[in-house]
Structure formats: structure tokens, C-alpha cells
């Protein structure tokens, strides 16, 4: 199979439990998952899948060197993201750790057609999607890191999403992506102003897309309607473990009205403002900094250690961006 990533080019890919992975059903599904959920579906942000990401994972460890089974960990890293993605957090109180499809990889992992590929080559599924945060890191160091470290699955969607965002080109993207090596099994920069661009970048990403005011708001729209739409009935679970559009069609088409109401401030047009006095909701969110590890002489050292105005500011912004945010919503015309 011949795959043609706009970020790393054409990729041929020749091994056979890749192939019937990437054809498997359960990875299949994730091209009607969005990356941004909500956001995405109303054309706010890049339609980018959970599908592209996973594949553009794997692709990156690949071209970093790992071995197959850190690029079939790659591939799977995200096969449990639910519809409407990291929405599904908000419906469920897990706004700041945004992790549900972590705590539920396992379970839904096993009721797919995930276990009997990998059986068919030898492998145990548990080995790719049963381990903690902390032993993800250590048995597949280039796909997982704890923040602010340096790892394949934050690079991705960082360098995807700033290219969408207009916050890089796609030559600034290419050149951080020359500066990138394996050093003692992690992914460190060679070249401290690429370090430095990339640390810069990834915060000014975070504050348009991820932890952006407009988007958490429309996440948390989009979770309140999906919450009463789980308690009378009208979603189920099994919708949330489908795709996108049929789950969004059912509350479009829902007579309830709250539902109704809820899902007409989810809109291009709704404006929300900071408003301490009279908010809607009170609503907080994870946020996303790295720390770049810089090879310098041979030796490893995070960026806000070589350059400590750097850690300043990457400080500043997670300390003014914490806690809950007062959000009131004006609905558009």
C-alpha cells in the first residue's frame, strides 16, 4: 500500500499486519471520528479524522526508526476515541485530564476486530492497549511521553493542526521535522531555534485550537445536549461508540427542546465572552505546553533550562489559562 500523508509524503507500506490493520473495521471507523469533534463538523476547524492522526502517528514513529510493534502501537493509540472525540470528556466531567478513551481503551478494544488480527501474527492485544500511561512510556518510548516531553502522538497533531491554523508553513514544518532524532530511545531536537519554534508554536496552537475560549464552549454545548440526550433516550452508548454524523442527525432531528435549544447555540455564529458577572457555565479545560528536550554536545537538556525566558513564558500562560473559565453564550442571528 502506497500511503500519501501531507505532512510526510508517500509511504510505501509492505507489512502485512500493518495492511489488515489499517482494513481493519475498528480502524476504519475512525475516518468518520474528527480530531476536533464539534468543531470540526461545523467547519470551524480542519475535518481532520482520528483516522489521518493515527496513521500520521505511525508514520512518524516509522520514520523515527521504531521497530513494528512500536508502529502497531502507533496505529492503535487512539482506536478508542468515541464520536465527536474529546466532546465525550466534557460529557463526563473530565474536562482537565480528557482521557476517557484511555480509561475505556481496553474494554473497547476487546469487542472489535482489533485481538484476532494480532492473533493471526503472534501478538497479544493486550500488550498494545492494556498498559497505564506509565508503561506505555517505557515499552513504546517514541509514541507516548508524559507532558511537557516530546512524543509522536503530540507532535502529529500539533505540526497538523498549526499548519490548519495558519500558525506554520508547511516548510517551517519540514524543517522541524529534519531537527527531530531518537537519542536514548525519546525524541529530542538537534537545533535549539527549532526547539525553540516549537515550543513557541505549540502554546500559540493551544490557545487557537485545543484550549481556545470559543471551541471548550462549544464542547461544553455540545456535552450538555449529548447529556440529556443520554438520559431520556435519544443517544445511547452504542451511538457514542459509533461515528459522528449519525450521532449529531439524532439530535438534530430530536423534538425534545432543550435538546433543540442546546443544539442551535452549536453554530459558527454563537459568540461566547468572558463574564465573571453573569455566565452560562463555568467550564474548564486541559492545556497543552511542551518542554522540547535539546541534544546540545551530546548531552539532553529541556528547553527552559537552556533558555529559562522560555520556561517563563510557558509558565505564565499555563498559570493565567488554570482553572474555570466563565463563559457566557450569545446566540448568533
Known amino acids: 500500500m502506497l500511503l500519501n500523508d501531507r505532512l510526510y509524503g508517500e509511504v510505501e507500506i509492505n507489512e502485512p499486519l500493518l495492511l489488515d490493520l489499517l482494513a481493519s473495521a475498528a480502524l476504519q471507523r475512525l475516518q468518520g471520528v474528527l480530531q476536533h469533534g464539534i468543531s470540526g463538523l461545523i467547519g470551524i476547524t480542519r475535518d481532520t479524522t482520528r483516522f489521518e492522526h493515527s496513521v500520521g502517528v505511525m508514520l512518524l514513529v516509522r520514520r523515527l526508526g521504531a521497530d ?13 476515541h468515541t464520536a465527536f472525540s474529546h466532546v465525550i470528556d466534557y460529557v463526563f466531567d473530565g474536562h482537565d485530564s480528557q482521557d476517557y ?7 473497547f478494544t476487546a469487542s472489535t476486530d482489533i485481538p484476532e488480527v494480532l492473533a493471526r501474527y503472534g501478538y497479544n492485544w493486550c500488550d498494545f492497549v492494556c498498559l497505564d500511561d506509565e508503561g506505555l512510556a517505557q515499552r513504546y518510548p517514541l509514541l507516548e511521553q508524559p507532558a511537557p516531553s516530546l512524543c509522536a502522538d503530540r507532535l502529529d497533531y ?3 493542526d498549526s499548519h490548519d491554523l495558519g500558525l506554520a508553513s508547511f ?12 537519542h536514548q530511545g525519546r525524541i529530542v531536537v538537534n ?10 508554536t505549540f502554546i500559540a496552537a493551544d490557545q487557537a485550537s485545543w484550549a481556545n475560549f470559543r471551541e471548550v464552549g462549544l464542547y461544553e454545548l455540545t456535552a450538555q445536549a449529548i447529556r440529556r440526550a443520554l438520559a431520556i433516550g435519544v443517544l445511547s452508548e452504542q451511538d457514542l461508540w459509533g461515528t459522528d454524523q449519525p450521532a449529531w442527525q439524532k ?6 427542546e432543550e435538546i433543540r435549544r442546546l443544539t442551535r447555540l452549536v453554530a459558527p455564529s454563537t459568540r461566547f465572552a468572558w463574564d465573571e458577572t453573569h455566565p452560562t457555565f463555568l467550564v474548564s479545560t486541559k492545556l497543552r505546553t511542551i518542554d522540547p528536550p535539546v541534544l546540545v554536545n551530546g548531552s539532553v537538556r529541556p528547553l527552559s533550562e537552556i533558555e529559562p525566558a522560555f520556561g517563563r513564558t510557558r509558565r505564565s500562560y499555563l498559570e493565567r489559562s488554570a482553572g474555570k473559565w466563565p463563559v457566557r453564550v450569545i ?3
Open 251 to 256: 439530535l438534530l432531528g430530536c423534538h425534545d
Open 158 to 160: 500539533f505540526l497538523r
Open 101 to 107: 478513551h484511555d480509561l475505556h481503551k481496553a474494554e
Open 191 to 200: 537545533d535549539l531555534r527549532i526547539a525553540r519554534w516549537l515550543g513557541e
Open 331 to 333: 446566540a448568533g442571528n
Open 68 to 80: 513494528l510493534e512500536q508502529q502497531v502501537a502507533a496505529l492503535l493509540h487512539d482506536v478508542s
Open 171 to 182: 516548510q517551517q514544518i519540514q524543517r522541524a521535522l529534519r531537527h527531530l532524532q531518537v
